[in-house]
T-cell receptor
Framework: GQQVMQIPQYQHVQEGEDFTTYCNSS?????IQWYKQRPGGHPVFLIQ?????EVKKQKRLTFQFGEAKKNSSLHITATQTTDVGTYFC?????????????FGAGTQVVVTP | SQTIHQWPATLVQPVGSPLSLECTVE??????LYWYRQAAGRGLQLLFY??????ISSEVPQNLSASRPQDRQFILSSKKLLLSDSGFYLC???????????FGAGTRLSVL
């Protein structure tokens, strides 16, 4: 079945540095979504990528969808303490039409001042 | 936009007691609804989903059940809680034409 894998599982970043987290799928995806969960909070939708090779930016966050639509990345520039949290990628389950999403295990980001 | 209401925010229950968690949705009609469980520091495990009133699908066999008595109401229940039922329970809603899911604030359940 479809698997969505995220790496790294943990990311310790010095404030001001850049980092990238990756999401890989075993199958071609129709779209991919990214969510952020702050410590103690709930997942919040960030963005959806649909087109092959698509790149979208939200301030210091850059999201990319691979050309083969089997992988995605999230790059954060000049990390701030507000970036702390767990970032999940999620993709529609290919065998399902009821909107179920396959979530990756997440990348937990810790920012050191 | 959708607003997902979940309550209570935290709950401590003894083993063997019943459970009822409620989720209601505002701002949309006929949403797809989902219950997830998240263990501490872990990912999201889909428990149940519903595409309409009275239509429930279970993803994993367990001690829990779900019901959807109204279009925008989703209830998670158990007759007898187990220690392993502890976790962070999240309700999510999605409009049927899109996959994007909106989450409630969640309920932290501790079974002692």
């Amino acid at each position: 079945g479809q698997q969505v894998m995220q790496i790294p599982q943990y990311q310790h970043v010095q404030e001001g540095e850049d980092f990238t987290t990756y999401c890989n799928s075993s199958t071609t995806l129709s779209n991919i979504q990214w969510y952020k969960q702050r410590p103690g909070g709930h997942p919040v939708f960030l963005i959806q990528l649909v087109k092959s090779g698509e790149v979208k930016k939200q301030k210091r966050l850059t999201f990319q969808f691979g050309e083969a639509k089997k992988n995605s990345s999230l790059h954060i520039t000049a990390t701030q303490t507000t970036d702390v949290g767990t970032y999940f990628c999620a993709a529609p389950m290919t065998t399902d039409s009821w909107g179920k999403l396959q979530f990756g295990a997440g990348t937990q980001v810790v920012v050191t001042p | 936009s959708q607003t997902i209401h979940q309550w209570p925010a935290t709950l401590v229950q003894p083993v063997g007691s019943p459970l009822s968690l409620e989720c209601t949705v505002e701002g949309t009609s006929n949403p797809n609804l989902y219950w997830y469980r998240q263990a501490a520091g872990r990912g999201l495990q889909l428990l149940f989903y519903s595409v309409g009133i009275g239509q429930i699908s279970s993803e994993v066999p367990q001690n829990l059940s779900a019901s959807r008595p109204q279009d925008r109401q989703f209830i998670l229940s158990s007759k007898k809680l187990l220690l392993s039922d502890s976790g962070f329970y999240l309700c999510a809603s999605a409009i049927t034409s899109k996959n994007i899911q909106y989450f409630g604030a969640g309920t932290r359940l501790s079974v002692l």
